[in-house]
């Protein structure tokens, strides 16, 4: 049989609105395609205030909400799905602390060390489980007779 580990899992990834503005998209993607994941989706978006809210609902009772909801309609971001074994876990440890400032003492390869700003603008996103990424890749993206789609206008 099969050997479960080498299963591919998929995650969604984020480059937030400073990492795009930042001039970070193509050191990242190289980043995440030198790690052995493949981006299987793509998309530019920039999302409005209600599609934030949902998206970070399980944040909406903290005292950083608001501001994080003017940080992510502040700009384009890229949105992608990747794909390889470990693939949530892995992008997880790829990208670091939440706080860059944090990530640059403890992890100074991560991309959050390199990329990011500050505890809110902190470049990445990356799915924390198996649930939020099915989660987290419907949102974005459905699928059709003829492969995945954005729900979103790219830009
Ligand atoms: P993410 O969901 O974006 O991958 O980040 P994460 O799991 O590492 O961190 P999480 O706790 O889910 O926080 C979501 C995003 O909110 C902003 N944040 N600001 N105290 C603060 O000001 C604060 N804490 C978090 C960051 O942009 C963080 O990534
Ligand atoms: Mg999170």
């Known amino acids: 049989s099969v050997d479960s580990s080498i299963e591919s899992e998929r995650t969604l990834a984020i480059i937030k609105p400073d990492g795009v503005s930042g001039n970070h998209t193509n050191s990242i993607k190289e980043t995440i395609l ?37 940080y992510m309609i502040s700009g384009p971001m890229l949105i992608m799905v990747l794909e390889k074994g470990n693939a949530i876990a892995d992008w997880r440890a790829l990208i670091g602390p939440t706080d860059p400032l944090k990530a640059k003492v403890t992890h100074p390869h991560s991309v959050r060390a390199i990329c990011g700003l500050d505890l809110q603008k902190n470049c990445v996103h990356g799915s924390d489980s198996p649930q ?24």
Do not use: C, M
Request: charge should be negative; proline fraction near 2%; hydrophobic fraction near 35%.
């Open 34 to 70: 030198n790690n052995g994941f493949k981006i299987t989706e793509e998309s530019f978006i920039q999302l409005d205030e209600d599609r934030v809210k949902s998206f970070y609902a399980e944040h909406s009772s903290r005292s950083f909400f608001p501001s994080l909801v003017q």
């Open 132 to 155: 939020s990424a099915a989660r987290e890749i419907s949102f974005f993206f459905e699928r059709t007779s003829s492969g995945h789609v954005s729900k979103h206008d790219e830009l």
